[in-house]
């Protein structure tokens, strides 16, 4: 054959990049579509490295099926054409698997007279072809097994380390993966594993980010990868997802998966995103529907935000602990003033507080003001008075002749935290402020809100010559890292530090800490158990009854809320104790107990420094002494948490109606919100009596605030849930 009957022309070049052309555009059609799928398969053909694969291996298939028919020998025959044909396609099959060989080369091009520049190029062409192709198809490949291979994945690597099996890939689901890793660094257990359902939703950098991390990333969904893992160790379901109706929705089918799962399967918590208080009945549903080793859980990061903030700077801290402190500090802290809360904001978060602060601020000794200021405060009132009915009817101060009688002395004010009204407010009582929470629902504003109430207690407190050491807490929520680190670090041009904590950027919001609250959750499934009397058993019978409690714990969520709320005033307990011991109201038997000059009360109640207060607590509460000052305390702490929760007084006649188609008698109805202990600590002999005539029964209900007094060093320092991480 001679050169000239060859037809290489550049007509492979221009056909192969016609098609190319075509086929990115068919993939970008494909992807802007891909929210839309409800199957992963279309994915493969969507990736990047897909579409580049694709498309190099066009332009291979193009230039060996041209090259193939630039040797077709004359006259043509159909027979000769489906050889060529067929022997284009192997040619193209050898090039991508680095088999290929060149069928035109330099000698067979300059007989046709191009010119040596465009000769060449097609030469490089060529050649660029037979090393992209093979290179980037054995890419793609190996992308496709790991990713086929992914669920397999997880089924064998769970077995040997705790699970993370998120239901979505988004920004939140990312953020706490990292947390989670973060955490396991510093810590026993091994690196977990982490996997991400229906990444075909998910935005490509957020996969990318993903698999930096080491995660698992599947199209299967959170269902069918539970499926594959089932292990002895914890697993935990994420619902991720930022719609909460998906998540409720989604989590309730997991949960029928899991319940028909054998217990050996290990382990496994469910977990879902919702800030909704009507997500409780689906929890409570939920839990009923799992085995035993299932725990269903509701993650509101409105309230954990504002339990983390209870636990780590409580209401009491009107002092901070600023190096060594004086004589005078520790006077102040054990003092027993009245307390002046600040709260400015009445949004989710400062509703939040505001209720967390009601059943927080309880005490023996100090009668404790809140103030509300906000734009919008009646309409906050009038959503207290809807959602805490019996809150809002005894707002009010407490009468001084009566010491155990129950009141709430909170004030609204209807005006801008900028305006001089505040000022005026400030200036007249900023002097009593002992703690400050700031949620406006803007950064900014927020963080300059922040510094003004700074400068304007500074001033108070400098007019009124209080103790230097006297500067009121300002916690202020803040959602953006990087304008939180600058408040944080906020100084005077003097280096005064303005002292300004800030809480809820979305590191701290999904973080394992936040998430999870390991140490709450530990302190409030022993609380639970010691009010089940495991505590008090020895032997297989502790064990057995440890279980009933943990069962108990994880089958309503009103369980696990009251157990927290009740381990978060722990702290309150032991700061009364060591108030009284201060102020010579009481004395501990045994060695002598001496109070530090200042206690870091921002430190967990288990923390090694509040070591010789739980062995001082322990002998005092064991001694014999009277202790009924803090049954009552406790009682006070019941009552007001219980209204924030929307419950209210049940009578008699009420009781005997909640009872009458029932078997076992009840103390309250949940439907209703009714509960009969709703009463001063010193009328529950009354309720006693009242429960036996209807039940034959005594409940001796004092007996349940003494359990949780006397076993406060066990709560937080046993080890029946020290796997809790």
């Keep these: 054959m001679d050169a000239p009957d060859m037809i290489v022309a550049p007509n492979a070049l221009v056909i192969g990049i016609m098609l190319s052309i075509l086929t990115v555009i068919a993939a970008v059609v494909i992807g802007r579509k891909r929210g839309k799928r409800t199957t992963g398969l279309w994915k493969v053909y969507t990736n990047p490295l897909y579409i580049v694969t694709a498309v190099i291996v066009v332009l291979a298939f193009v230039l060996a099926l041209s090259q193939g028919f630039a040797l077709l020998e004359k006259p043509y025959s159909l027979g000769s054409i489906a050889t060529r044909f067929f022997d284009s396609i192997h040619d193209a099959l050898q090039t991508v698997s680095l088999d290929g060989s060149s069928r035109i080369s330099s000698e067979n091009l300059l007989p046709l007279g191009w010119p040596p520049a465009v000769a060449w190029s097609y030469l490089v062409y060529q050649s660029l072809l037979f090393v992209l192709a093979p290179a980037t198809a054995f890419s793609s490949v190996v992308f496709m097994l790991f990713t086929l291979l992914a669920s397999p994945a997880l089924s064998w690597r ?68 539970a499926a594959r893992c089932t292990a002895a160790s914890r697993r935990r379901f994420i619902f991720s997802s930022l719609n909460e109706a998906q998540n409720l929705r989604e989590s309730l089918k997991l949960t029928e998966v899991l319940a028909s799962e054998p217990e050996s399967a290990g382990d496994s918590e469910v977990i879902v995103f919702s800030t909704s208080s009507l997500a409780d009945g689906f929890a409570d549903s939920a839990s009923r529907k799992c085995s035993g080793t299932v725990a269903f859980r509701r993650f509101d990061h409105v309230q954990n935000t504002i339990n983390q903030v209870l636990m780590e700077m409580p209401v009491f801290l009107n002092v901070l602990p600023l190096g060594s402190g004086s004589e005078n500090s520790t006077k102040r802290l054990y003092s027993t003033d009245a307390r002046r809360l600040l709260v400015i904001g009445s949004g989710n978060m400062g509703s939040a507080f505001l209720k967390g602060a009601i059943w927080a601020c309880q005490s023996n000794a100090s009668d404790t003001h809140i103030d509300v200021v906000d734009l ?16 809002e009817r005894m707002i009010g101060k407490r009468d001084p002749d009566d010491p155990h009688a129950e009141a709430y002395d909170i004030e609204f004010h209807e005006f801008d935290v900028f305006s001089g ?7 007249d009582h900023g002097s009593e402020v002992s703690y400050v929470f700031i949620a406006l629902g803007d950064d900014l504003v927020a963080a300059q809100a922040a510094r003004r109430v700074r400068e304007l207690l500074e001033r108070s407190r400098v007019e009124a010559g209080a103790d230097a050491y006297a500067r009121p807490p300002i916690v202020t929520v803040i959602d953006d890292s990087a304008v939180a680190a ?13 002292d300004i904590t800030t809480v809820g950027s979305t590191e701290s919001l999904f973080s394992y800490r936040n998430v999870f609250q390991p140490d709450l959750d530990r302190w409030a499934k022993n609380l639970n158990a010691a009010y089940w009397g495991v505590f008090d058993q020895t032997g297989d019978t502790r064990a057995a009854t440890c279980e009933g409690a943990g069962r108990k714990y994880d089958a309503f969520e009103y369980n696990r809320v009251s157990s927290r709320a009740s381990a978060l005033f722990l702290k309150h307990h032991l700061f009364e104790f060591c108030r009284d011991v201060a102020n010579g109201k009481i004395a501990v038997p045994g060695d002598p107990f001496a109070l530090p000059s200042v206690i870091d009360w921002t430190l967990g109640i288990d923390a090694p420094e509040f070591e010789p207060a739980r062995k001082a607590y322990t002998r ?26 929307g419950y209210e007084c049940c009578g008699e006649e009420a009781l005997k109606a909640i009872n009458a188609t029932l078997v076992k008698k009840e103390n309250c109805d949940h439907l209703s919100r009714r509960h009969i202990c709703l009463v001063p600590f010193g009328e529950l002999e009354k309720v ?10 005594n409940p001796h209900y004092k007996l349940a605030d003494d359990i949780i007094i006397v076993h406060l060093k066990d709560i937080v320092e046993s080890t029946l849930y020290d796997d809790v991480r």
């Design 158 to 225: 769970s077995k040997s380390h705790d699970t993370y099996v998120f239901s979505e890939l988004n920004s939140s689901s990312t953020t706490l993966a990292k947390s989670i890793l973060a955490h396991y660094g510093t810590s026993k257990g091994g690196r977990p594993v982490i996997a991400f359902a229906e990444i075909d939703r998910a935005d490509e950098s957020l996969v990318d980010e993903a698999r930096t991390l080491g995660a698992i990333c599947s199209d299967r969904s959170i269902a069918e990868l």
């Design 421 to 427: 009204s505040f000022e005026r407010l400030v200036r």
């Design 688 to 697: 006693d009596a009242m429960f036996e005539r209807i039940s034959g029964k």
């Design 620 to 645: 005092y509460v064991t001694s014999g002494i009277d202790r009924e000052p803090f049954q009552e305390l406790e009682h006070k702490r019941w009552d007001a948490f219980m209204r924030t929760l």
């Design 486 to 498: 600058s408040v944080t670090d906020a100084e005077s041009p003097k280096e005064q530090p303005y």
């Design 376 to 391: 919008a405060a009646g309409k906050a009132r009038e959503r207290l008075a809807l959602e805490c009915p019996e809150i």
